[in-house]
C-alpha cells in the first residue's frame, strides 16, 4: 500500500492531464481503422519529449491502451477493425451490429475491456518488482542468452511463417548496427553520411514501417464501408442474459492475456485470437459464432487489453521488449535517458509506481469516455480515407522533421514507407523488424561483455547452467521453426501434385 500511494503522490497535476490526453488521442486514432496503436504512440512520440520522463511514459502508455480500447469501434459499426488485435472482434461484433445489437456490442467490450485491463494492471503490480529482484542476480551471459531467446521467439511467434519472421529479426539487428560500434568508437556502415554517424532513427524506423508503410497499404487494400448502424443510449444497455453470457468469456479471456501478453512476439492479438478460439471449442453452440455471438467479443476484447497491460512486465523489469509498441516504448525511455531493466524498478520507484497509478487512472477515464462519447467516435468513422490519409501522413513527416531538425530523417521516413508497403505486400511482418533493431544492439554489447568475462570462450559462457538451459530452448524454438516450414511445403506440393 506505501508503494501505491508512492505512485499516487508522484503523480503531478502535468501527469494526469497528460494522462487524460493519452488516453483520449489513442481512442480517438484507434477508432480509425488501419492507423493502430503503433502508428498513432509513434506519431505522438515528438511531443513526449518535451515532457519530464514520468509524464512522457504516462502520455505514452495512455496512447497504447486507449488504441487497443477504442479499436473495437469501427470492427463492430464497420467490420474494419482499428487495429489488429481488433480484428476477430469483427466476426461477431459487426453480426451483432446488423442484427440491432451495435450498441450492446460497445457496451460489452468497454466493461470487459475494463475488467482485463484491471487485472492486467494488479499482475503488472506484484509480477514486476518480483521479476526484477530475481533478474538482478544475472549477469550478462544470461543476458545475452534471455535476449537471443526474446529475439527468435518474437520472430517465430509473431504473426506469418517462422522463417519469414527470423529473417525480418535478423534485418532490424543489421540496422542496429548503423552508427559508432559500442567497443571500438568507429563508424559502420555509415556510408560517409553524417546523418546516419548516431545510427539509424528508431522515430523515423517505426513511422516510416507502420506509419506510411500502412496508409499506403491501406490504400491499397481500401474496402468500401457499409452503412452505419444506428446507436441510441437505450440499445447500449445489455439485458440481464446477455450479461451473464460474458462473465464467464470475460474471465477466461483475461486468463488468456495475462499469460500471452508478456510472452515476446505474443502480444495483444494472438491473445485475443486463442481466446476467440478456446471460447468457441468449449462453446455448447460453437454454430453460433460468427453470426453475432456476445461471447465471440467479450472474451477477446478481455484478453486483448489484459495482455496490453501484460506486456509492460518484461519491458520494465528487464527492458525486454515483447512487441514492437513495448520496442517503442522502450526507446522512448532510452531517448530519456531511463534503461529499464532489472534495476529500473529499484532506482526508479517514483516512475515505476506513478506508472501503475496512471494506469489505474486511465482504465477509469477510458470507462467514462468510451459510452458517452460513442457519438464522436461513429463521426470519426465518417471522414473520408481522401482526407484522413494525407492528413497523417503529413503528420508524420511534421513530427520527425520537428523532433531531428533534418530533412534526411524525412526522406528515410519515407524510404521506409515504401519498405514497409512491400513487406506487407509480401506477406512479412514487419513488427519482428522493429524487435530486433532495438534488442541486437543490446544483445551485440551484452554478449561481448561476457566473452571479455569468460576471455573469449563460447565454451566457458555454456558452463553457466541458466545461459546452457536458455541456448537450448533458443535452438529448440529455431529447429521448431524449420520442421513447420518443412511441413508447410510439404503440404503444398502434396495439395498441388
Not at 499516487?8 to 488521442?25: D, I, N
Not at 481503422?33 to 502508455?61: E, H, K, N, R
Not at 513487406?423 to 566473452?451: H, K, Q, T, V
Amino acid at each position: 500500500m506505501e508503494l501505491f500511494t508512492l505512485g499516487f503522490a508522484s503523480l503531478t497535476l502535468t501527469s494526469v492531464v497528460y494522462c487524460f490526453a493519452g488516453v483520449f488521442l489513442g481512442t480517438l486514432i484507434g477508432v480509425l481503422p488501419g492507423v493502430g496503436a503503433l502508428s498513432a504512440i509513434s506519431l505522438l512520440m515528438p511531443v513526449s519529449f518535451y515532457l519530464d520522463p514520468t509524464t512522457a511514459l504516462v502520455f505514452l502508455s495512455g496512447i497504447y491502451y486507449g488504441a487497443e480500447y477504442g479499436g473495437s469501434t469501427a470492427s463492430i459499426m464497420l467490420n474494419l477493425p482499428g487495429t489488429s488485435s481488433n480484428a476477430i472482434t469483427c466476426l461477431d461484433g459487426y453480426p451483432m451490429a446488423q442484427n440491432g445489437k451495435a450498441g450492446v456490442a460497445l457496451t460489452v467490450t468497454t466493461y470487459v475491456s475494463f475488467f482485463g485491463g484491471t487485472v492486467g494492471i494488479l499482475l503488472l503490480s506484484f509480477l514486476s518488482p518480483l521479476i526484477s529482484r530475481l533478474a538482478v542476480a544475472v549477469g550478462p551471459s544470461e543476458y545475452a542468452a534471455i535476449l537471443l531467446l526474446s529475439i527468435i521467439m518474437a520472430a517465430t511467434i509473431s504473426d506469418g511463417p517462422p522463417m519469414k519472421g527470423i529473417a525480418m529479426v535478423l534485418l532490424g539487428a543489421l540496422l542496429g548496427t548503423v552508427g559508432i560500434d559500442v567497443n571500438s568508437g568507429d563508424y559502420r556502415f555509415t556510408f560517409g553520411i553524417p546523418d546516419l554517424f548516431d545510427g539509424v532513427s528508431l522515430v523515423a524506423l517505426a513511422l516510416g514501417t507502420f506509419g506510411i508503410g500502412e496508409v499506403i497499404f491501406a490504400i491499397r487494400a481500401q474496402k468500401a464501408r457499409g452503412p452505419m448502424p444506428k446507436v441510441t443510449f437505450r440499445s447500449m444497455i445489455p439485458s440481464r442474459p446477455e450479461f451473464l453470457k460474458t462473465l464467464f468469456p470475460m474471465v477466461r479471456g483475461t486468463g488468456v492475456g495475462s499469460v500471452v501478453g508478456p510472452l515476446p512476439g505474443a502480444g495483444p492479438t494472438i491473445a485475443s485470437l486463442i481466446g476467440y478460439a478456446i471460447e468457441k471449442r468449449i462453446s455448447r453452440t460453437p454454430h453460433r459464432f460468427g453470426k453475432g455471438a456476445i461471447e465471440g467479443i467479450s472474451s477477446p476484447e478481455a484478453a486483448n487489453n489484459a495482455a496490453v497491460q501484460t506486456a509492460f512486465i518484461p519491458t520494465l523489469s528487464l527492458g525486454i521488449p515483447g512487441s514492437p509498441t513495448m520496442a517503442i516504448m522502450l526507446g522512448a525511455l532510452m531517448i530519456h535517458g531511463i534503461s529499464p531493466g532489472p534495476k529500473f524498478i529499484a532506482e526508479q520507484p517514483e516512475m515505476f509506481w506513478g506508472l501503475i497509478a496512471s494506469f489505474w487512472l486511465g482504465n477509469i477515464i477510458l470507462l467514462g469516455l468510451n459510452l458517452p462519447l460513442v457519438g464522436i467516435w461513429l463521426w470519426l468513422l465518417r471522414i473520408p480515407y481522401s482526407m484522413m490519409y494525407p492528413v497523417i501522413v503529413a503528420l508524420i513527416c511534421a513530427g520527425v522533421f520537428t523532433l531531428t531538425n533534418s530533412a534526411f530523417a524525412v526522406w528515410l521516413v519515407l524510404g521506409f514507407g515504401f519498405v514497409g508497403f512491400l513487406l506487407r505486400l509480401f506477406d512479412y511482418s514487419p513488427a519482428p523488424l522493429l524487435i530486433g533493431f532495438i534488442l541486437g544492439p543490446m544483445l551485440e554489447e551484452n554478449l561481448r561483455r561476457a566473452l571479455l568475462i569468460h576471455r573469449g570462450s563460447y565454451i566457458d559462457m555454456l558452463s553457466r547452467p541458466a545461459t546452457a538451459v536458455l541456448m537450448l530452448l533458443t535452438v529448440a524454438i529455431l529447429l521448431w521453426a524449420i520442421l513447420k516450414r518443412n511441413s508447410s511445403v510439404q503440404a503444398d506440393d502434396g495439395h498441388g501434385a
